[in-house]
């Protein structure tokens, strides 16, 4: 089975500038989540998408956002790039069991985006 | 919200050495995963553990859950050069979500 997938793989931006990344889930799965990762600051979470809607939101800007399509493939959007935006952002999929939030499942991790705000 | 914190940040070896890295969470967990990313690689999944003081081993690493739920460790026993990586914790709560430990990340001296 195919692992998780994230296009492209770098992107060089300037600032004000927006960046749209992609990301195809292992097939079947369903929950998608998007994690920005600078040094030093570990696994920040951005936003997880369960059958095309957002289930939980990290404690980032509207500048941030998402969306996640009927094939469950996800978008994370970018809009007016700041420097401070530079990092990996990496992609999560797991096989969600219906909407049970009494347990969570394993995350396979894509191989991530690196964006870099010039 | 919930938080959950990972020590020590940095942590450097010896081969052969043995290695810690320790989790802890504000609130009571359901479970804990473990993960690993090796340098310019992405998080790999390594463990889930769910029940109060489970302890689980894969070969040299050794996972353990506290009885309150709200702690956890990994431990490697005679730390090889393959183990370097920086190492996350992942704890989830019930109605909430996964929330992830800063890692620590651990070199390996041959």
């Known amino acids: 089975k195919a692992g998780v997938t994230q296009t492209p793989r770098y992107l060089i931006k300037t600032r004000g500038q927006q960046v749209t990344l992609s990301c195809s889930p292992i097939s079947g799965h369903r929950s998608v989540s998007w994690y920005q990762q600078t040094p030093g600051q570990g696994l920040q979470f951005l936003f997880e998408y369960f059958s095309e809607t957002q289930r939980n939101k990290g404690n980032f800007p509207g500048r941030f956002s998402g969306r996640q399509f009927s094939n469950s493939r996800s978008e994370m959007n970018v809009s007016t790039l700041e420097l401070g935006d530079s990092a990996l952002y990496l992609c999560?999929?797991?096989?969600?069991?219906?909407?049970?939030?009494?347990?969570?499942?394993?995350?396979?991790f894509g191989p991530g985006t690196r964006l870099t705000v010039l | 919200g919930q938080q959950v914190m990972q020590i020590p940040q940095y942590q450097h070896v010896q081969e052969g050495e043995d290695f810690t890295t320790y989790c802890n969470s504000s609130t009571t967990l359901s479970n804990i995963q473990w993960y690993k990313q090796r340098p310019g690689g992405h998080p790999v999944f390594l463990i889930q553990l769910v029940k109060s003081g489970e302890v689980k081993k894969q070969k040299r690493l050794t996972f353990q859950f506290g009885e309150a739920k709200k702690n956890s460790s990994l431990h490697i026993t005679a730390t090889q050069t393959t183990d370097v990586g920086t190492y996350f914790c992942a704890g989830y709560s019930s109605g909430s979500r996964l929330t992830f430990g800063e890692g620590t990340q651990l070199t390996v001296n041959p």
């Open positions: 999560a999929s797991s096989w969600r069991r219906g909407q049970n939030l009494a347990s969570t499942d394993t995350q396979y």
